[in-house]
T-cell receptor, first 116, second 113 residues
């Protein structure tokens, strides 16, 4: 159990377009999901915390209007990179929190975004 | 604020050697959880272990072992008799009362045949 999927796994887009990444918990309900960004050879940096039915909480320095997060159901959170630019190219990973105590997160396989 | 430090950026060993990855953490909370993850070249994070702050027992799982020492705020990870398949980036992470995971910078392990 505790499987998290992400779609797409890889996406290439042109500069100026928007890209939507989906994160789904397949066999459990997740009231909270998290979005991370990872640059090459770097660590994972938390971008935002996504709570079902409410607005996401963004970490300092993350542009809310650039990275739109929607958590419409207990099994789906989406990250939309709006008006993407080459500097947005990165590896985006989501995780889902299964239990209310929040001490365990289950990670998706990641989405590699390349903006040309 | 919490912080996880992995001082070793890269470690290269020959197959069958043991390798120990260091992890030092900082947190003001008395209740917290520590994790180790493996990230192979495919990118997907592989969960290895979770340890809560009240459980200082060391753990062994196959060729993997972990040494948790609260007195030094360390949670070190040892791979015994390393294999080429162990080549990956390993992350130590901490979660406390705000439910946010903080990752260390990661240690790249290269095991040569």
């Amino acid at each position: 159990g505790a499987v998290v999927s992400q779609h797409p796994s890889r996406v290439i887009c042109k500069s100026g377009t928007s890209v939507k990444i989906e994160c789904r918990s397949l066999d459990f309900q997740a009231t909270t999901m998290f979005w991370y960004r990872q640059f090459p050879k770097k660590s994972l940096m938390l971008m935002a915390t996504s709570n079902e039915g409410s607005k996401a909480t963004y970490e300092q320095g993350v542009e809310k209007d650039k990275f739109l997060i929607n958590h419409a159901s207990l099994t789906l959170s989406t990250l939309t990179v709006t008006s993407a630019h080459p500097e947005d190219s990165s590896f985006y990973i989501c995780s889902a929190q299964r239990d209310p105590t929040g001490n365990e997160q289950f990670f998706g396989p990641g989405t590699r975004l390349t903006v040309l | 604020a919490q912080k996880v430090t992995q001082a070793q950026t890269e470690i290269s060993v020959v197959e069958k050697e043991d390798v120990t990855l260091d992890c030092v953490y900082e947190t003001r909370d008395t209740t917290y959880y520590l994790f180790w993850y493996k990230q192979p070249p495919s990118g997907e994070l592989v969960f290895l272990i979770r340890r809560n702050s009240f459980d200082e027992q060391n753990e062994i799982s196959g060729r993997y072992s972990w040494n948790f020492q609260k007195s030094t705020s360390s949670f070190n990870f040892t791979i015994t008799a390393s294999q080429v398949v162990d080549s990956a980036v390993y992350f130590c992470a901490l979660i406390n009362n705000d439910y946010k995971l903080s990752f260390g910078a990661g240690t790249t392990v290269t095991v040569r045949a």
